[in-house]
């Protein structure tokens, strides 16, 4: 029995970086990006109401920050348990203290890889994918590159 499309909602305020991911994702055999949210309340909304199995969203928005967002999705029933991925260009080690103990998955343009969910330099688009279906999945978020 063939395992059901991973859907993922997109996060990002720049239209040309969530058109950018959906061409990324597009491309990816059973990746279904199911919506987009430009604002942190969209996102809450749209994650509660479509379910997605992962959450891959910019760590920057306008009206609030990345960091503040996170716990948002974790204080809502229906968005508790969703995997998130947060992308971002921050120093790596100021980020990783606050977001993994929430269960993010943070992917960084960091200068290395370490253990516990993040990922560093280097991430290429088929990082990125094959990250995305090993949180969709809730396999380790442990990488051994």
Same mark, same amino acid.
């Given at each position: 029995m063939q395992q059901p499309d991973i859907r993922i909602l997109l996060v990002d305020h720049q239209e040309l970086v969530r058109r950018g991911l959906q061409r990324l994702l597009d491309d990816m055999p059973r990746l279904t990006v199911i919506g987009e949210a430009t604002s942190a309340d969209e996102a809450v909304r749209l994650a509660r109401s479509m379910k997605p199995d992962v959450v891959l969203m910019d760590l920057v928005m306008p009206e609030i920050d990345g960091l503040d967002l996170v716990p948002q999705y974790r204080q809502q029933e229906a968005t508790k348990d969703?995997?998130?991925?947060?992308?971002s260009t921050r120093e790596p080690a100021l980020l990783r203290d606050r977001l993994i103990p929430l269960g993010v998955t943070l992917i960084s343009a960091g200068s290395?890889?370490?253990? +516990? +969910?993040?990922?560093g330099q280097g991430t290429d688009d088929l990082?990125?994918?094959?990250r995305g279906r090993r949180v969709a999945l809730s396999e380790p978020r442990i990488d051994s590159e």
């Open positions: 969703t995997p998130l991925i947060v992308l290395h890889t370490e253990p +516990g +969910g993040y990922t990082h990125l994918t094959q």
